[in-house]
């Protein structure tokens, strides 16, 4: 381990007062009833006639679905053809489309998954990934009380609702980071199977220098060729030629054009676009906030403040950095709120952190009543937290003299 690493140290006891726990209980009631409300009514996971809806988990599932059909990879990357699969998985047409953007590694879970029909398939994947969050969040907490916190926070519901990948993204990220000091090889597998959601990760290898992590950089980098080795025996090699001419026409279409809706995404690109400004401009903007987060993060990692610290600001900066961020990414703040709590655990400004984690959940709870990037404004109100601590205990001297 490189000198400046903190080392790890037991966390202060956790202490869970009577009227937080109460409001997160409640926020779990409130969920849990929307939930069952929609189900009812028609309009989660069925419609009233007891069709599919189509939401984000069609395309994870059709797309596997393809896989077994023995189709040819281009397919699933052409927008029209995966749609045409994804209308006929739900056995009707809708509006909107929803393409498959991944890298051909998550075609093998998509396989898996598509061995089952398609409800069970949602029941079993929004099961399991959620059932990761909550392991990760528990062993973050380490109290119970950390799987009540999970269940409370707001971003659970959109991830379900859509059935998204967030919950699975969250788990691998904050599990590598729970195991990082303990067992960094496995960190680094972790690591590694988040490589399906690259633009998450994009920070790791920095951190992970700073750190000096080498043992997990060199087990993320075998699990990601593992991954790259086994997509292409099943898939062929042409499946990631066909993804890699894809991915530039998706990002044309949803941050140049605007395909993918301003308003639902969660980064400072997409509010500059929202508030009129040119791509130029957005891309200008993202791109200095990417520079200016990695810089933090490198001087945080080469430091010896508290891993705690660290981790929080790396899950808040993977946030940061990406111009292509949706509500339901945001189960990842779950994490960095969960690394700020473990940090501040028993200290003077511990009840603050609460109150910020409290009006950042908030934020991310009005979403669908106000349809604007609040979930960037609790993103940054999150980062300020990690900040402030940073600067309070003189990590960052520039800063701080400033």
């Known amino acids: 381990m490189a000198p400046g690493v903190a080392e790890s140290t037991p966390s202060p006891k956790f202490h869970l007062s009577s009227s937080l726990e109460l409001t997160c209980f409640a926020l779990c009631m ?12 028609g309009s989660w996971v069925l419609d009233v006639d007891g069709q599919p809806i189509a939401t984000d988990f069609v395309n994870i599932w059709s797309g596997g679905h393809q896989i077994l059909l023995g189709e040819d990879p281009a397919a699933i990357y052409d927008v029209q053809l995966h749609k045409n699969a994804e209308a006929a998985a739900l056995g009707h047409e809708f509006p909107g489309e929803y393409p498959w953007l991944y890298p051909p590694t998550f075609l093998l879970l998509a396989g898996s998954l598509a061995l089952l029909p398609f409800v069970p398939a949602y029941v079993a994947w929004v099961t399991l990934t959620f059932s990761a969050y909550l392991a990760a969040m528990r062993g973050i907490i380490q109290h119970r009380a950390g799987i009540l916190l999970a269940c409370a926070y707001p971003g659970v519901l959109s991830n379900i609702i859509v059935g998204q990948n967030g919950f699975l993204s969250a788990a691998l990220f904050g599990g590598s980071l729970l195991l990082l000091q303990r067992r960094p090889v496995l960190a680094g597998c972790f690591i590694g199977l988040l490589s399906f959601k690259p633009h998450l990760g994009v920070l790791f290898p920095l951190v992970l220098l700073a750190g000096g992590y080498w043992r997990t950089i060199a087990a993320a980098v075998a699990t990601t060729v593992l991954l790259v080795v086994a997509s292409c025996a099943a898939f062929g090699v042409q499946a990631w030629a066909v993804f890699f001419r894809a991915l530039p026409i998706a990002s044309q279409a949803a941050l140049a054009e605007g395909r993918a809706d301003w308003g639902k995404l969660q980064s400072v690109f997409a509010v500059a676009r929202l508030l009129g400004g040119s791509e130029a401009l957005a891309w200008t903007l993202q791109l ?51 690394f700020l709590i473990r940090a501040g655990a028993g200290s003077r400004d511990a009840r603050l952190d609460a109150y910020g984690i409290g009006c950042a959940s908030l934020l991310v709870l009005l979403f669908p009543f106000l349809r604007a990037p609040v979930g960037l404004a609790a993103v940054l109100l999150v980062a300020s937290l990690v900040l402030r601590r940073a600067v309070g205990i003189r990590v960052i001297p520039a800063l701080h003299s400033a």
């Open 288 to 338: 200095g906030l990417a520079v200016a987060v990695a810089t933090v993060l490198w001087q945080l990692w080469r430091s010896r403040i508290s891993f705690d610290l660290k981790a929080a600001a790396l899950s808040v900066g993977a946030l940061l950095v990406t111009p292509y961020l949706f509500l339901y990414d945001l189960v990842l703040l779950a994490i960095a709120m969960a």
């Open 30 to 41: 409130a969920q849990g009833v929307y939930l069952i409300a929609s189900f009812l009514q």
